[in-house]
């Protein structure tokens, strides 16, 4: 079974702290993604990754930045948290246009 | 751009009862359409992925078709349940731009 993990379930900042959110994948997978879901506005792509040390901006890549020094690893890094990055994150992984795997989610909460 | 759309944004029924969901695109230009499911303050649980040159995929008690040239898919869930109460989103892999765009789904409500 593929299993998608995230760091955290919960999670509380406050505004103007720097925030990292962490992805692992198990299946070797190529494609990483990093997604909010937002009532009314459902999934939208921030960020997504092909390779290791590559990246490419998604729909909404502003206040955001990602990291992948692993192919099993992409770090989602908020640079200075703001109360409209409260929001749930959602991680996911593919290989090629295959289904994407997603983790549990975390919801944070920037105050 | 692609536009993914699910209508109605929700749907209650009894239990027994057969269903469909709908759902349209505007680009016909895609690699696959993707169902999921996703239950409250979880992630997305994928269903059923319909390649382009398909017409149609079956897993238990769903079937989803795809009608490229029309923009349209559904996802046929027989006798329904209430534990398929959740919300079910269709999602898109667009040649040109590589990625999957989303509908804002379906949240639906299966009464006992």
């Known amino acids: 079974d593929v299993k998608v993990t995230q760091s955290s379930r919960y999670l509380v900042k406050r505004t103007g702290e720097k925030v990292f959110l962490e992805c692992v994948q198990d299946?070797?997978?190529?494609?990483m993604f990093w997604y909010r879901q937002d009532p009314g506005l459902g999934l939208r792509l921030i960020y997504f990754?092909?390779?290791?040390?590559?990246?490419e901006k998604g729909d909404i890549p502003e206040g955001y930045s990602v990291s992948r020094e692993k192919k099993e690893r992409f770090s989602l890094i908020l640079e200075s948290a703001s109360t409209n990055q409260t929001s749930m994150y959602l991680c996911?992984?593919?290989?090629?246009?295959?289904?994407?795997?997603f983790g549990p989610g975390t919801r944070l909460t920037v105050l | 751009k692609q536009e993914v759309t699910q209508i109605p944004a929700a749907l209650s029924v009894p239990e027994g009862e057969n269903l469909v969901l709908n759902c349209s695109f505007t680009?016909?230009?895609?690699?696959?359409l993707q169902w999921f499911r996703q239950d409250p303050g979880k992630g997305l649980t994928s269903l059923l992925l319909?390649?382009?040159?398909?017409r149609e995929q079956t897993s238990g008690r769903l079937n989803a078709s795809l009608d490229k040239s029309s923009g349209r898919s559904t996802l046929y869930i027989a006798a329904s349940q209430p534990g398929d109460s959740a919300t079910y989103l269709c999602?898109?892999?667009?040649?040109?731009?590589?990625?999957?765009?989303f509908g804002k789904g379906i949240t639906l409500s299966v009464r006992p």
């Open positions: 999602a898109v892999y667009t040649g040109a731009n590589s990625k999957l765009t």
């Open positions: 996911a992984s593919s290989q090629g246009t295959d289904t994407q795997y």
């Open positions: 299946m070797d997978h190529e494609n």
């Open positions: 680009d016909s230009a895609i690699y696959n």
């Open positions: 990754s092909y390779d290791v040390k590559m990246k």
């Open positions: 319909i390649q382009s040159s398909q």
